[in-house]
């Protein structure tokens, strides 16, 4: 049964997804900030994480911060705000996803099976590597000139595409469906998970020489790269 922790201050938001979730067939951890999230987070390993922006005392921003120093699971924004800016701030923290206050319970539902869904599918090749970079997705570890990064389950599902296909230039609407988030309509969500692996694997963030930008159609991996 996989566990999912719901930090959120609102008590009968967390107490009706707590009972949503709880009825199919999820085990449900709440806090009611994020002191409380990461004790729970500390104790119970969640396999998904439910995320309130705004709470007093620590808010979301700063727990994703904390949060993603140590772990990777996926972790969903429930936030009443809907500028675009917040929501970048977001996914640049290392948030897999974001759903606006108020939601419907079934598209929350939808969203936490597919970021749980994709980390258990087996992909189709295990080890990749082009030039430099290596993947095993088999323990989900990633390499850079043989020093390991870690990377969101986001991050990962998007060098593993690159990965696969060196030089296939991907449009920013075929990645949001390899991450099976097509329902958000916001291309800038690759964007900003683009510009967070440069940030992390490219030498010269500025200059990438991995993941390129085409302009007008999206990305690919520097098909220079030799296997």
Known sequence: MKTILIVEDNPGVRDMVREYLQEHGYRVRVASNGHEGLLEVRHHRPDLVLLDMMMPGMDGLEFLRRFRAAEHAPVVFLTARDAELDKVLGLELGADDYVTK?????????R???HLRRGNEAPPSAFVRAGELEMDAASRTFLVQGSRVDLTRSEFELMAAFLRAPGRV???LELLEQLQEEA?????????????????????????????TVFGMGYRLNPDLTP
């Open 170 to 172: 991907f449009s920013r």
């Open 184 to 212: 958000l309509g916001a291309e800038r969500t690759i964007d900003v998970h683009v510009r967070n692996l440069r940030a992390k694997i490219e030498p010269e963030p500025g200059k990438p020489r991995f993941i390129e």
């Open 112 to 114: 936490v099976r597919a």
């Open 102 to 110: 108020p939601f419907s319970m079934a598209e929350l539902l939808a």
